[in-house]
């Protein structure tokens, strides 16, 4: 079984910066792909950052500049930082892990239980 456990949302206001961590615990061989995407109300969960099979990172465009994913792999954890946040950046956000489990060595695809950001105007 592995857990993605995310923290650091909250309520901030427009231009201020936020960081939001995620951790995965369990019995995992490694972990392939780490990535943040965010939902926000009547949408679809959108990509917002992530590590490429290369280990390059991607961004959406609507972050680019803003954001920065980062990672520490000897922690298992994965970290998006929000800078200049805008209020159109209010939405759940969740990290993404696909693991490559210790005892079968299948891959799967694990997802942290969201956090809440809201970016007041």
């Known amino acids: 079984q592995v857990q993605l456990v995310e923290s650091g949302g909250g309520l901030v206001q427009a231009g201020e910066s936020l960081r939001l961590s995620c951790a995965a615990s369990g019995r995992m061989f490694s972990i392939r792909s780490m990535g943040w995407y965010r939902q926000a109300p009547g949408k679809q969960r959108e990509l917002v950052a992530a590590?490429?099979?290369?280990?390059?990172?991607n961004y959406a465009d609507f972050v680019k500049g803003r954001f920065a994913i980062s990672r520490d792999n000897a922690k298992n954890t994965v970290y998006l930082q929000m800078n200049s946040l805008k209020p159109e950046d209010t939405a759940v956000y969740y990290c993404?892990?696909?693991?490559?489990?210790?005892?079968?060595?299948?891959?799967?695809?694990?997802w942290g239980q969201g956090t809440q950001v809201t970016v007041s105007s």
């Open positions: 993404n892990m696909g693991v490559l489990l210790l005892t079968t060595l299948q891959q799967l695809d694990y």
């Open positions: 590590f490429t099979s290369d280990g390059n990172t």
